[in-house]
């Protein structure tokens, strides 16, 4: 049995205030500080990642929910113009931004706040796709989800038959 402050140690975050505050801070989307890069920069998808799972982990990790905000925010360009102006659509006039969005209790929700900004700044700094490590994990993440993941230098790299080597080999000689 635990002793009354070993209890009280282990359930620190159960015994805070209880004060729960909710705030929102807004992350522009440098879009129109990188003039040299190509003109389809993706940073909508390098935020969302394979089926949204980059931006769903952000938000597991710090317990703040984002939205990505602004022109170009929504996938269909054509759609996006039906939408600007109706009611709840009013950032489609404004610049793509982040919006973070954190309801937590008042002794962690800054840190967390802190955090979702660091991760979400780090991603939207463009970098050359030889050395962008993230890219690539989100590419091979799609590929694992599209079934369509091959290993470099694995035995299937040039077949997708899991009967490549049995069909394509010769059995070695045995002596009888």
């Known amino acids: 049995m635990h002793s009354p402050s070993?209890?009280?140690w282990l359930n620190t975050q159960n015994n805070s205030s209880g004060l729960i505050v909710k705030r929102t801070l807004r992350i522009d989307i440098p879009v129109d500080q990188y003039p040299s890069l190509p003109l389809q920069y993706n940073f909508v998808g390098r935020l969302l990642g394979p089926r949204g799972n980059s931006l769903k982990r952000v938000e597991a990790t710090t317990e703040c929910r984002v939205l990505i905000r602004g022109r170009?925010?929504?996938?269909?360009?054509?759609k996006e113009e039906m939408m600007r102006g109706k009611p709840g659509y009013e950032h489609l006039n404004?610049?793509?931004?982040?919006?973070?969005?954190?309801?937590?209790?008042?002794?962690i929700i800054d840190a967390r706040l802190l955090q979702a900004r660091e991760i979400l700044e780090d991603l939207l700094k463009p970098m050359d796709?030889?050395?962008?490590?993230?890219?690539?994990?989100?590419?091979?993440?799609?590929?694992?989800?599209?079934?369509?993941?091959?290993?470099?230098?694995?035995?299937?790299?040039?077949?997708?038959?899991?009967?490549?080597?049995?069909?394509?080999?010769?059995?070695?000689?045995?002596?009888?």
């Open 129 to 176: 796709e030889s050395q962008d490590f993230y890219k690539k994990q989100q590419l091979r993440e799609l590929a694992m989800l599209n079934g369509t993941l091959r290993e470099e230098g694995s035995q299937m790299s040039g077949s997708v038959s899991p009967f490549h080597n049995s069909l394509g080999m010769k059995r070695a000689k045995t002596r009888v």
């Open 6 to 8: 070993t209890q009280n």
């Open 94 to 107: 404004e610049p793509l931004h982040v919006i973070v969005e954190a309801e937590l209790p008042v002794e």
């Open 72 to 78: 170009g925010s929504i996938k269909d360009p054509v």
